[in-house]
């Protein structure tokens, strides 16, 4: 018999899928808008599957960014996944081909939901189910997005280039309400406004990137 746990932790991980799958609407969308074809697409959502980093791929590839550039960010944007995987290692468990799946569905939504969790049984179908269905979801909706940013043309005149911005302040309200996270983000706002008009595509957000992971090293050197 499932355990009351275990069946919270599958409602919790199916309704965060179904939420967050619908934004991979927009990102086919823009993608195709951005210059992408249909299949690449698809590609770079089956393989990156990280809406942060693949956002950020296609908005700085439609300005106009060099290739440097665009990877950088992708990356600075994926680090923290690396930074899950240490967190979701136990959870995970040993053996080499989970562990390779395990590192493609270590994204925001499946750690979160597993360590919210209490219950070690619950952790894992919190982790696994998530990382599953939002796998299945968000790249079975970029497909949809793709094919209707074909139909649809312009995404802009649809509000699709807004959504993406939109599901970002969504995902970090609840993080910056401390004094800290505000200041940070009240700075890397700043430097990216300052910066935007001076430097290529690509580059403010490097800065701004820089500038908060700065702040936050001196807040921890001075608590300490």
């Keep these: 018999m499932t355990s009351p746990a275990v069946r919270s932790a599958v409602s919790m991980s199916l309704g965060v899928a179904a939420a967050v799958s619908l934004y991979g609407i927009s990102f086919g969308a823009l993608a195709v808008a951005s210059g992408l074809d249909f299949w690449q697409t698809q590609v770079l959502s089956l393989f990156m599957f990280s809406g942060g980093s693949q956002f950020a791929v296609i908005g700085l590839a439609a300005a106009g960014a060099s290739g440097p550039s665009i990877i950088t960010a992708a990356g600075l944007l994926g680090i923290r996944n690396g930074l899950y995987a240490v967190r979701m290692s136990a959870v995970v468990g040993p053996g080499f081909l989970k562990r390779l799946v395990a590192g493609q569905w270590t994204i925001d939504e499946s750690t979160a939901v597993s360590i919210a969790q209490t219950d070690p049984q619950a952790e894992r179908v919190g982790f696994w189910l998530t990382g599953a ?4 979801g968000w790249n079975s909706m970029t497909a949809l997005g793709a094919v209707i940013g074909d139909a649809l043309g312009d995404p802009r005149a649809w509000g699709l280039d807004a959504a993406a911005a939109a599901a970002f302040v969504a995902l970090l309200w609840p993080r910056i309400q401390a004094r800290q996270p505000i200041a940070i983000a009240a700075v890397a706002a ?10 290529p595509a690509g580059v403010p957000i490097l800065i701004a990137a820089a500038a908060g992971l700065l702040m936050a090293l001196a807040s921890e050197r001075t608590r300490a």
């Excluded at 269905?133 to 299945?136: G, H, L, P």
């Excluded at 700043?190 to 430097?199: G, K, L, Y």
């Design 133 to 136: 269905a939002i796998y299945v």
């Design 190 to 199: 700043v430097v990216t406004i300052i910066a935007v008009p001076s430097t």
